[in-house]
């Protein structure tokens, strides 16, 4: 994908498309857009690129608007730039990776209803989500049987045996490996699959509605999809960044000396942890970025913990700290607002009801909740207006309380989050 441009502005970002497996996808001719943006910054040597990732429900145009948000709320803060000096020469990146978790996004005519139009209105659905885990026949055989009883019984509280071995049949064909250890890629943690778990949870957390999603398809016979959906959106998110994302980044650390800069919404969050690791998450870049901020962070509050509760084992991006990843500040953001992170996640993840805010700290839960915990070198702030100093150390976590600022999931391109941002870049050693 070539340059995009914000509207109303002249500042252009690159956009780069990486595919389901975490290859990039080909220009027309066959080209790799990020070998043209390696030798690019060959030639213009920029003082600072600044990489972003989305994270779910992010098709094409959904990336496009959320990257012109983000990146013009940055850019309209004069004073930030301002004062990285003259010589501050910015190159901006988005990433765009398949992250459209299943549901009935495209039944915008309103509940199911069992008529003539209702049935309409299922068969769009159970063709999205055939398409959604990979469209195959083996996918399509046991979707068949979950539909097939949606349609006798939409709300059901209990499933049949036949639809319990159905999730089973489309969770082993697609790969679904959540259930292992604590300190597990995130990919792996969280419960194992149970169906029937979902749809309590799914009750619980009134997940369908954080989803814009329809009453109808809310919870009952269908609510297990969300938890196999979930699975593999946390697959595409780390293969993305374990692999291509990783690779480009690192390419582009050798073609300049430019400091790199790192930001995560969502699941994206998991994609940027995951290009720090590498390959099976032991690897390194070729230096330290420069700064990371995790933006209402949809993955495990304990991955970079020194030692899970319980598991007595540290979290799966631990060793990134150890290594010293990122030179400066790693800092995350949350809110009381946010209840996919707040709720969804949990219930999809751990199949539990531990979505509200309290005094003791919950097996399964978001980042973006709860920010990272089991650290010593984490601390915990408040959000402040695009006036105000953080004063942050580098080589330090800060869990960023935004609720003030950030009224939901999505809602993070006010001008609050664009100062976090700068301020974690000017905190960053060296930094021009």
């Keep these: 994908m070539p340059f995009q441009t914000i509207p109303d502005t002249d500042v252009k970002y690159a956009l780069i498309n990486f595919d389901d497996d975490g290859r990039e996808r080909l220009e027309n001719g066959g080209a790799r857009f990020s070998s043209a943006l390696v030798e690019q910054v060959k030639r213009d040597r920029p003082s600072h690129v600044f990489l972003f990732s989305h994270g779910w429900k992010g098709d094409v145009p959904a990336a496009v608007d959320q990257y012109n948000r983000w990146i013009g709320a940055m850019w309209r803060l004069t004073a930030d730039r301002s004062g990285l000096g003259t010589t501050f020469r910015p190159l901006f990146i988005g990433l765009h990776w398949p992250s459209q978790p299943w549901g009935d996004e495209s039944l915008e005519r309103g509940p199911v209803s069992f008529t003539t139009s209702g049935a309409d209105l299922i068969q769009p659905a159970?063709?999205?989500?055939?398409?959604?885990?990979?469209?195959?026949?083996?996918?399509?055989?046991?979707?068949?049987?979950?539909?097939?009883?949606?349609?006798?019984?939409?709300?059901?509280?209990?499933?049949?045996?036949?639809?319990?071995?159905?999730?089973h049949d489309l969770a082993k064909t697609v790969g679904f490996s959540a259930g292992g250890d604590a300190d597990s890629p995130p990919d792996q943690d969280g419960a194992p699959l149970d169906p029937q778990a979902a749809v309590r949870a799914e009750r619980m957390a009134s997940a369908g509605e954080v989803f814009g999603l329809r009453s109808s398809l809310r919870n009952g016979v269908l609510a297990g999809l969300r938890q196999v959906s979930f699975w593999l959106m946390k697959h595409r998110a780390r293969t993305v960044g374990e692999q291509g994302m990783h690779q480009f980044v690192s390419a582009l650390q050798q073609a300049c000396d430019a400091?790199?800069?790192?930001?995560?919404?969502?699941?994206?969050?998991?994609?940027?942890?995951?290009?720090?690791?590498?390959?099976?998450g032991t690897g390194a870049l070729a230096r330290p970025v420069d700064s990371a901020v995790l933006v209402q962070g949809a993955l495990s509050l304990w991955s970079y913990a020194e030692k899970i509760p319980g598991a007595d084992k540290p979290g799966y991006f631990r060793h990134l700290l150890a290594k010293h990843a990122v030179s400066g500040p790693l800092?995350?953001?949350?809110?009381?607002?946010?209840?996919?992170?707040?709720?969804?996640?949990?219930?999809?993840?751990?199949?539990?009801?531990?979505?509200?805010?309290?005094?003791?700290?919950?097996?399964?839960?978001?980042?973006?909740?709860?920010?990272?915990q089991g650290t010593t070198i984490a601390e915990g702030l408040t959000m402040l207006d695009p006036t105000g100093t953080y004063n942050f150390k580098a080589g330090r976590i800060y869990n960023v309380d935004g609720?003030?600022?950030?009224?939901?999931?999505?809602?993070?391109?006010?001008?609050?989050?664009?100062?976090?941002?700068?301020?974690?870049v000017v905190a960053s050693p060296g930094r021009t």
């Design 403 to 424: 609720s003030r600022f950030i009224p939901g999931h999505s809602a993070i391109d006010g001008p609050e989050v664009a100062h976090l941002l700068w301020q974690a």
């Design 331 to 372: 800092v995350t953001t949350q809110s009381t607002h946010d209840a996919a992170v707040g709720a969804a996640f949990p219930a999809a993840v751990g199949l539990v009801n531990e979505f509200d805010f309290g005094t003791e700290l919950p097996r399964f839960g978001g980042v973006g909740t709860w920010g990272i």
């Design 126 to 167: 159970f063709e999205a989500a055939v398409r959604h885990f990979g469209g195959s026949a083996a996918v399509r055989a046991p979707l068949q049987v979950i539909f097939d009883a949606y349609r006798q019984n939409p709300g059901a509280r209990v499933l049949p045996d036949e639809v319990v071995t159905a999730y």
């Design 259 to 280: 400091r790199v800069h790192l930001m995560g919404h969502s699941f994206g969050c998991i994609v940027m942890s995951s290009v720090l690791g590498g390959p099976g």
